[in-house]
Structures are given as structure tokens and as C-alpha cells.
């Protein structure tokens, strides 16, 4: 027997944020199972890793509340509504860091947490980087721009330095 989707029987949004809704949904198998589960919907996202003409990464450093930590990754945020993958990763990289690129490619997509969430996390590379921009970042963003050479990435990931799942993620398509 192959595993079929579970059908909706109700879906009710029971807390809303600013930047998530969390949904009861009640659904039944064909095999006859019903339950209550909870989905965390929430906007796609993107992760960029760019690289300058001289072949270094541009990463972020940033504090980050749900760990409690300051953290390494890549440029990256939410798509906007009506923005594609590309155009929400050029605005994230040039608010959060000044930089644009001379050219983008689409090189990944996975679900970060399939059995809560609904989104997407898509991985682009930039190339050609330049910073051509002051920074807009939002009010509660604070970041320092980081250019790492392409070949320290493995050895940042090895070490736990960056250790962002989706930015270890990513990585695997954008090298």
C-alpha cells in the first residue's frame, strides 16, 4: 500500500505573530487514523552564498534570539509577498550587506522542517559581488559583514563554527 496525503477535515489559525501563524489542522488517513496537528505557517525563505571576484564568500555575523547566540551564516530572510526566490535574495544581501552581484542562479530548495512547517528554504549563488550599497538593515538587525576565502567553508562547517542547518544545507548545492 502506498502512503497517500491525509485529507483536511477542518483548519483553524489559533495564534498569529508577525511573522508566523500557527494552525490546528484535523485531518483523517485513508486508513482511517484522525488527529489534531499543528502547522507553523510561514513565508518561504532564502539563504545567499555570494562570492567576490576573488573568490570569498560574503557571511554575516549576527545575534541570534532563539539560540541565544551570535552566529556566522549567510545573507539570507524571508521572500516578500510577490517577490521570487531571486529578487528576495538580492534585497536581503544588499540590506544586509551592501553588496550586489553581477549574477544569481537558483542551486537548491528544502523544507526546513516538513513535519511543522510549511515553508521552503531556497539556496542562490551570487557571483561577482561588490559592495555598491550603504546597509538597510531591519530595526532590530545588528551585523558585521565577514569575507571568507571559498576554501575555509568546509573547515568552519567541521568545526561548528557556522553551524546554521540551512546554511550547512546550502552549502551542499552552492560548492
Given amino acids: 500500500m502506498a502512503i497517500k496525503p491525509w485529507k483536511t477535515l477542518d483548519a483553524k489559525v489559533v495564534a498569529e505573530t508577525p ?41 554575516i555575523e549576527q545575534y541570534r534570539h532563539g ?43 528544502v523544507e526546513p522542517n516538513p513535519a511543522i512547517q510549511n515553508n521552503r528554504c531556497w539556496t542562490l549563488v551570487g557571483r561577482g559581488a561588490r559592495k555598491t550599497h550603504a546597509t538597510d538593515m531591519d530595526e532590530h538587525e545588528e551585523i558585521e559583514v565577514k569575507l571568507v576565502p571559498r576554501g575555509q567553508m568546509d573547515s568552519l562547517i567541521k568545526d561548528r563554527t557556522i553551524k546554521h542547518s540551512l546554511v550547512v544545507a546550502g552549502w551542499y548545492f552552492a560548492r
Fill in 19 to 59: 511573522i508566523f501563524e500557527l494552525e490546528r489542522v484535523t485531518r483523517t488517513s485513508e486508513a482511517g487514523r484522525t488527529g489534531d496537528f499543528y502547522v507553523v505557517k510561514i513565508q518561504d525563505w532564502v539563504n545567499v552564498f555570494v562570492f567576490t571576484p576573488e573568490d570569498e564568500l560574503v557571511l
Fill in 67 to 109: 539560540t541565544d547566540e551570535v552566529t556566522l551564516e549567510v545573507p539570507g530572510g524571508a521572500i516578500d509577498d510577490g517577490e521570487s526566490p531571486l529578487e528576495a535574495a538580492a534585497r536581503e544581501l544588499r540590506e544586509e550587506t551592501g553588496f550586489t552581484c553581477e549574477s544569481w542562479e537558483i542551486v537548491g530548495c
